[in-house]
């Protein structure tokens, strides 16, 4: 009965249904095109793993340090004591005294692609105590300990350079020499009267141009140099050494030492000419326990001596002229001189170790310069004390 009913009603509403329609209006809408940009305000980052790190820095830069520069330090102590008591003095004899010698080197070589400056260093101070008699305006004699002066000098030594190739290089080298305390004429002369040298005088500087070999061979570690132009400057600043010391008389009380400045009025003589300089220094042995260093060097002023006025070459008639001179005016524009001889000096050190700290030193020098003496000066000392030398690496 219920199908019946749900056709019939649906018969119902299909008859009773009408068709339905609808209208709808768009509007036309006109839209620009508009291009859209994305910023992106986070920036990229590239992780890699070579990434900074400080103390891998500093290694690195001290790496580059120690390939660069080349630091050689060394100092030593020596000395000696005698030391006697009366009754020993009185039936053997003998003398109190007290030598000491205090000495200090550096060497340094700095070289970046083909320029190179090289420094060296050396200074040397020495005294010794000894019992000196002396008597008064009273006829009184008295002992005292006395400390004199026996080894005073430092030494400057600048040479920057350029290779040309692997042994040869051309450059400059500057050189000055000089002492640090006053020196006098004996232990018992230490008055102002007797002083005859201090700092700066007197004092040397040479400068010279000019091209250096260095030989390859480990065995014969030899540098020449030879400089065409150079200069060699004298110095001595004290007016009171330098001129004539003389009382309220005028008598001379003691003799001036001039270092070759002829001039009273002037402290300092420049000479231009040409100087070679030669160098040697190798150590023996695997443990390094002999060393010898010699120093050569010499210039000649023959640019000076050209232009030089009143030279007489032979001695006879100089010396005839001097006394002439001499008895005269004195005149120091018509004094008359001879031609200028070279200067040359050598040293020569031998350290011969016997431990790390333990050192015998030998050296030698010798020394001309006919303008200060006309003899030969040398100087022989025997050392045996406390050194000790530092190094960054292995000479070059």
Request: net charge positive.
């Amino acid at each position: 009965m219920k199908f019946v009913f749900y056709m019939a009603l649906m018969t119902l509403l299909l008859g009773v249904a009408q068709p339905a329609s609808a209208q709808f209006t768009i509007d036309e809408v006109d839209s620009k095109k508009e291009s859209v940009v994305f910023k992106d305000k986070l920036k990229s980052i590239s992780l890699e793993d070579n990434f900074f790190n400080r103390a891998r820095y500093r290694a690195e830069r001290q790496r580059i340090r120690r390939e660069r520069n080349f630091l050689e330090m060394g100092g030593g102590l020596t000395g000696s004591l005698n030391s006697y008591n009366d009754p020993w003095i009185a039936v053997s004899g003998g003398d109190n005294s007290i030598t000491l010698l205090a000495v200090f080197s550096l060497h340094h070589i700095f070289k970046k692609n083909l320029f190179s400056i090289e420094t060296k260093f050396d200074a040397k101070m020495g005294y010794n105590r000894m019992k000196v008699e002396s008597t008064n305006a009273d006829g009184v004699t008295s002992s005292n300990g006395v400390w004199f002066k026996n080894q005073d000098e430092f030494q400057i030594w600048i040479n920057p350079a350029f290779m040309m190739s692997k042994n040869w290089s051309y450059g400059a080298t500057i050189q000055f020499r000089s002492q640090f305390a006053n020196g006098y004429l004996s232990r018992t002369e230490q008055d102002r009267t007797d002083l005859k040298s201090k700092f700066m005088t007197p004092a040397y500087l040479d400068i010279s141009g000019g091209i250096t070999y260095k030989s390859p061979s480990e065995r014969f570690p030899i540098a020449v140099n030879i400089s065409p132009l150079a200069l060699s400057a004298t110095y001595a600043t004290s007016s009171w050494i330098r001129r004539q010391q003389l009382d309220s008389e005028g008598n001379e009380i003691k003799p001036a030492f001039s270092y070759g400045i002829e001039d009273p009025d002037k402290s300092s003589k420049y000479e231009g000419g040409s100087s070679i300089e030669i160098n040697f220094d190798r150590t023996f042995g695997k443990s390094g326990y002999l060393r010898y260093r010699t120093t050569l060097y010499s210039f000649y002023g023959w640019i000076t001596d050209i232009g030089q006025e009143n030279k007489i070459s032979d001695y006879k008639a100089y010396r005839k002229a001097y006394v002439a001179w001499e008895n005269g005016d004195k005149n120091i524009k018509d004094k008359p001189r001879l031609p200028i001889h070279p200067t040359v000096r050598w040293v020569n050190t031998i350290d011969i170790k016997a431990t790390k700290y333990l050192t015998t030193t030998i050296g030698f020098q010798m020394y001309y310069n006919r303008s200060q003496n006309i003899c030969i000066q040398t100087q022989t000392q025997l050392m045996v004390g406390l050194t000790y030398t530092f190094m960054n690496k292995p000479k070059p």
